[in-house]
């Protein structure tokens, strides 16, 4: 009987199905989004509220610039959505299943 390669037998002969490269991938851009420091501070105040890029740069004490490209990057992972009102563009939370991982783990540093 051929082996699916796909699924891979652990010590319990359970079936343990494999990951494919899509879905390696996407979980490793979204470590890769929470590991930069920038980015876990607009993602944190975006678990609160919708802020405009405006806001976020002035809460956080960033230039604009630095702001919307990292904004992009988290768009791009589809964690963050906006909506236009007139000429802004204001920014929340996409993605609820890595909102909890972020505070999950902020928790996590708390308590250490």
């Known amino acids: 009987m051929e082996k699916d390669p796909k699924h891979e037998v652990d010590g319990n002969e359970e079936e343990v ?17 929470l590991s930069d420091p920038t980015r876990i501070r607009i ?5 609160k509220q919708e802020m405009s890029v405006n806001q976020i740069a002035d809460t956080l004490e ?8 990292q904004l992009r990057f988290l768009k791009n992972l589809r964690l963050v959505k906006y909506r236009r009102a007139g000429t802004t563009l204001y920014y929340s939370n996409d993605d609820d299943h ?9 928790n996590h540093a708390l308590h250490h």
Not at 21 to 26: A, I, K, N, P, Y
Not at 43 to 47: A, D, G, K, N, T
Request: net charge negative; hydrophobic share 45%; aromatic share 6%.
């Open 17 to 33: 199905e494999q990951l494919d490269e899509e879905t390696l991938f996407v979980v490793s851009q979204t470590f890769k989004a």
């Open 43 to 47: 993602l944190h105040l975006l678990c």
């Open 62 to 69: 960033l230039r604009q610039s630095t702001v919307s490209h």
């Open 98 to 106: 890595v909102m909890n991982v972020l505070q999950q783990t902020i």
